[in-house]
């Protein structure tokens, strides 16, 4: 199992960027994907999830309007799409995978998950 973080890197204030997240080993179409974040000294926070059943998503309200995610289940794939970015947005973004049982409404917790990816670093400069 794997799940394979790209799209990092460094952008200005206002700038946007383009998470991905690669998934192989299970059976991608039947997750819950999430994205994560953790910047330093802070508590991880998580920014949004998408559904396996309908492709519904959900949004921290520190990004809601300027972050989408979307699935591509025939790549396996989940994309974050970060504009506006703040410097506050600043931190190691993860993807993290639970296979959906019940009807998500929220974010879970990041003790909820089965898989996670390593990481990739987005640093927004003011």
């Known amino acids: 199992v794997q799940l394979v973080e790209s799209g990092g890197g460094l952008v200005q204030q206002g700038g946007s960027l383009r998470l991905s997240c690669a998934a192989s080993g299970f059976i991608f179409s039947d997750y819950v994907i999430a994205w994560f974040r953790q910047a330093p000294g802070k508590e991880r926070e998580g920014v949004s999830c998408?559904?396996?059943?309908?492709?519904?998503?959900i949004y921290a309200d520190s990004v809601k309007g300027r972050f989408t995610i979307s699935r591509d289940n025939a790549k396996n794939t989940v994309y974050l799409q970060m504009n506006n970015l703040k410097p506050e947005d600043t931190a190691v973004y993860y993807c993290a995978a639970v296979r959906e049982i019940h009807r998500i409404l929220v974010i879970p917790s990041g003790h909820a998950y089965d898989y996670w990816g390593q990481g990739t670093q987005v640093t927004v400069s003011s």
């Open positions: 998408i559904t396996a059943r309908d492709g519904n998503a």
